[in-house]
């Protein structure tokens, strides 16, 4: 049994694929969450379906780096980093942000 594959806005991902993927729909499912955002209003904003904005938050599909970009504006969160888990203050093992250290002067 092959797999299948999915196309939305312009990235196919084997939907049995997770990792990185899962990542990136999880952030953009909190921050509109956070922003108080229905998936239709965020589709709209970004000129793609609601179903487009399910397949990205289920990690079926990702947004190509320009819808990325415009969702971490709408957001507020601009360093793309941050969608992939690599943002300085995420810790991957327990989800959450933890507190940087302070930088002596």
């Keep these: 049994m092959g797999r299948k594959s999915t196309r939305c806005h312009s990235q196919a991902v084997p ?12 952030r953009i ?3 509109r969450i956070k922003k108080g955002f229905s998936q239709a ?9 609601p179903q487009c ?3 990205w938050e289920r ?13 971490g504006e709408i957001i507020g969160r601009t360093d793309l980093n941050y969608f992939l888990g690599k943002d300085p203050c995420f810790c991957a093992c327990c989800n959450t942000c ?5 930088i002596a002067t």
């Design 15 to 26: 939907t049995v694929r997770c990792g990185e993927t899962c990542i990136v729909g999880l």
């Design 29 to 31: 499912a909190e921050g």
């Design 41 to 49: 209003q965020l589709a709209e904003m970004l000129f793609v379906t």
């Design 53 to 55: 904005i399910g397949k």
């Design 59 to 71: 990690g079926e599909s990702v947004p190509d780096v320009f819808a990325l970009g415009k969702i």
């Design 98 to 102: 933890r507190p940087q250290p302070e």
